[in-house]
């Protein structure tokens, strides 16, 4: 156990620094600075040159990167050029948001996916698994601002029944919050869960082709006790990576979704980050995705271990 | 990772034993039985098509703006699909935006194919340390949400196809090589293997002549679903802005102007929505009737 933890901590650790590294070579390698985009482009070279030397741009890469793993240990992440406050304001705002928007997609996703995959897989090939697995492969295969579209077209423009803008501003149009959350909610529970399905319909499947499933059918137990009680519990060992993996899709890769409604989360505002070179924030979200995707990685590990008592030794 | 399934559930490979043109041919025979396979095939060769014939068939130039058409923008006999708010024939920049798509998307996927392909034979093949490097850098490139890199990436270096190609290869290659290693990993205990190394042959014709050819069928089936993924990639790049830069046509950034519009004219953005969801649901389709396929070997 402690093996474990030392192990995990120690990819942690070096994967954090690799991709901070990364993501500051990055910056620095760009063409174009911040100090340029700050002032526009009738600012004199002079004007340029002075705003870089306040912003400490003109040192060494190394001695700036040090300087900032530095700062990050006293918890000081910088100052957003782009909005105008210290990073930490926005990012952990942003995250709250996009938290939100995670979790309340995750909340939907995990049980829908378990029920849609556990009922193809028990009976592979039935017409109730083609039709499921037709349908996964075909919600999976619509991008997400498509959708974002292909819905918003008919709940808001033809029925106009659901916000287009999820805001999150309780003045928008008079539509309460969970009426905003709708639409992004199931963009994402569409775009994702046809993954998370096939992938548990498959362990599914592989499931009910073991023998202690042979046993129980041929012992005269019921058909929903066999899948209950034995297959349900075994089909989603494997499967169970997957879907904490879909944390880290979820908190970082959700920027479609969050554009199409103008969500103010933390992928648009990576977007926004990236358009205008605001290094400090890119740098920032950079880590705090990188942080979330290593941490969601070991909570599938431990997730695996409590579902599959073999490998606890 | 997604394709762990898959390659779990295809039949374990045996080397070929007729020529290439038979085999081809009997595979062929059996997608005309697959009605997913079929389906998806009849997708992605109308869009083929398109891409191909996009110059001669597209009725207005991609870019051309009909000022007059604006005062009604909606599908009429003059542009079939209507114009955007600038006037420029949906239908035209949908067949010409196939090109972009169709030309970007096998070109970054057979990079990564060929850059994952090399780096997982040589993990599974030579293991030890060479395979502990291979399989950890890959993790680092995996654990980090692509979109971000992306776009961090795209808007250092501006997007360009070529950036565009470099980025998918790189972010790609990674996934692919666990699933070739995965493979490769069995595969060189089998005796053919065992054979090529007493007659003596180098680690690059085995690794290249006996172990990759056995391994295709997982990796044909993985290719098209990367095709599907990576014509979404393409298309979220478009919508984000970061994509191929205006005023080429380019499925993404059709929908990312005119989404905005959606209120009033919804189809300038309608459209292209069903053009990219329908040639990543002809890839999917396409991959699952291989699959099918392969299984049934």
């Not at chain 1, 996916?113 to 349908?135: C, H, K, N, P």
């Not at chain 2, 909606?74 to 972009?100: K, M, N, V, Y």
């Amino acid at each position: 156990m402690l093996r474990f933890f030392g192990k995990h901590a120690l990819f942690m650790v070096v994967t954090l620094v690799a991709v901070s590294f990364l993501v500051f070579a990055l910056n620095e390698l760009s063409p174009g600075d911040v100090a340029r985009k700050e002032l526009g482009a009738y600012a004199t070279q002079e004007q340029v040159d002075l705003l870089r030397q306040r912003l400490g741009l003109d040192r060494p890469v190394v001695v700036r990167y040090v300087e900032y793993l530095g700062k990050l240990f006293t918890g000081d992440l910088g100052y957003s050029q782009r909005f105008k406050v210290p990073v930490a304001d926005i990012i952990f705002d942003r995250l709250r948001n996009t938290g939100l928007l995670a979790a309340v997609s995750f909340a939907v996703i995990v049980p829908l996916s378990m029920l849609l995959g556990v009922v193809a897989g028990m009976r592979e090939g039935s017409v109730i698994d083609r039709g499921i697995t037709m349908f996964a492969t075909l919600a999976a295969s619509v991008p997400e601002f498509a959708m974002g579209v292909f819905l918003a077209s008919v709940f808001v423009v033809w029925l106009g029944v659901l916000p287009g803008t999820a805001t999150l501003l309780s003045q928008t149009g008079g539509w309460s919050i969970p009426a905003q959350l709708v639409l992004p909610v199931a963009v994402i529970v569409l775009y994702d869960m046809g993954y998370v399905v096939s992938m548990i319909r498959a362990s599914m499947v592989e499931v009910m082709q073991r023998p202690y499933i042979r046993t129980a059918v041929l012992k005269g137990m019921s058909f929903p006790r066999v899948i209950l009680g034995h297959a349900v519990r075994n089909a989603m060992i494997n499967p169970v990576t997957v879907i904490m993996l879909q944390i880290n899709y979820l908190v970082a890769g959700v920027v479609v979704v969050e554009t199409v409604f103008a969500y103010p989360g933390f992928g648009r505002m990576m977007l926004e980050a990236a358009l205008f070179k605001d290094i400090a924030l890119i740098e920032a979200g950079a880590l705090v995705a990188v942080f979330v995707c290593v941490l969601t990685q070991i909570l599938s590990d431990l997730a695996y271990m409590a579902l599959d008592p073999r490998i606890r030794a | 990772m997604t394709l762990q399934t898959t390659i779990d559930r295809v039949a374990p490979p045996r080397p070929a034993r007729t020529g290439p043109v038979a085999g081809a041919l009997r595979q062929l025979m059996r997608v005309g039985e697959n009605w997913p396979a079929m389906i998806g095939l009849a997708i992605v060769v109308f869009w083929v098509l398109a891409a191909i014939l996009a110059p001669l068939v597209s009725p207005y130039p991609p870019n051309a703006n009909d000022m007059k058409a604006l005062a009604y923008p909606f599908p009429s006999r003059a542009h079939w699909l209507g114009t955007d708010h600038l006037g420029r024939d949906i239908l035209s920049r949908i067949l010409w935006g196939a090109r972009t798509v169709l030309l970007v998307a096998p070109i970054a996927v057979l990079g990564a194919a060929a850059l994952g392909s090399l780096l997982g034979l040589m993990a599974g093949y030579y293991r030890g340390w060479i395979d502990g490097l291979i399989s950890r850098v890959g993790d680092i490139v995996l654990s980090f949400p692509v979109i971000i890199l992306y776009m961090i990436i795209l808007a250092k270096f501006g997007s360009s196809a070529l950036n565009i190609i470099v980025v998918i290869t790189l972010t790609k290659a990674p996934i692919i090589a666990r699933i070739v290693r995965g493979i490769t990993l069995e595969l060189r205990e089998r005796d053919y293997v065992l054979a090529a190394k007493m007659r003596g042959e180098s680690a690059l014709y085995i690794m290249f002549c006996e172990i990759l050819p056995n391994a295709r069928g997982p990796l044909i089936v993985d290719f098209c679903l990367r095709l599907g993924y990576t014509t979404i990639i393409i298309g979220v790049l478009g919508f984000l802005g970061i994509g191929l830069p205006p005023p080429d046509p380019d499925w993404g950034g059709m929908v990312k102007d005119t989404y905005g519009m959606m209120s009033v004219w919804p189809h300038m953005s309608l459209f292209p929505c069903a053009a990219v969801s329908s040639l990543v649901i002809g890839f999917n389709l396409l991959a699952i009737g291989l699959r099918e396929i392969s299984l049934r070997d």
